[in-house]
Nanobody, 116 residues
Framework: QVQLVESGGGLVQAGGSLRLSCAAS????????MAWYRQTPGKQREMVAI???????VYADSVKGRFTISRDNAKNTVYLQMNSLKPEDTAVYYC??????????WGQGTQVTVSS
């Protein structure tokens, strides 16, 4: 089992910044990648950013150049630095871990609200 605890969400004005954190604990021996997803009411959950065990990153087109994903392997923590936030970034953000076994775990979600 893997537990994911997210923090850092909140309310920010358009153009502002937030930093999300996700700490992983438990059986975290073989992580394939860590990622952030987001979801708004009535829509499917969408990938925001991925960081692999080797440090490679992938971003959704909508956040490229504004968001940065990073990880601290010593702390088993993944971060999402969000700059130049837009109202359309408003969503519940979820941390996710994909294990090399194919099993996926999700955090509880943290609300990000960007006011115009």
């Amino acid at each position: 089992q893997v537990q994911l605890v997210e923090s850092g969400g909140g309310l920010v004005q358009a153009g502002g910044s937030l930093r999300l954190s996700c700490a992983a604990s438990g059986s975290i021996f073989s992580i394939s990648y860590m990622a952030w997803y987001r979801q708004t009411p009535g829509k499917q959950r969408e990938m925001v950013a991925i960081i692999t065990s080797g440090g490679g990153t992938v971003y959704a087109d909508s956040v490229k150049g504004r968001f940065t994903i990073s990880r601290d392997n010593a702390k088993n923590t993944v971060y999402l630095q969000m700059n130049s936030l837009k109202p359309e970034d408003t969503a519940v953000y979820y941390c996710s871990v994909l294990m090399t076994t194919g099993q996926r775990y999700w955090g509880q979600g943290t609300q990000v609200t960007v006011s115009s």
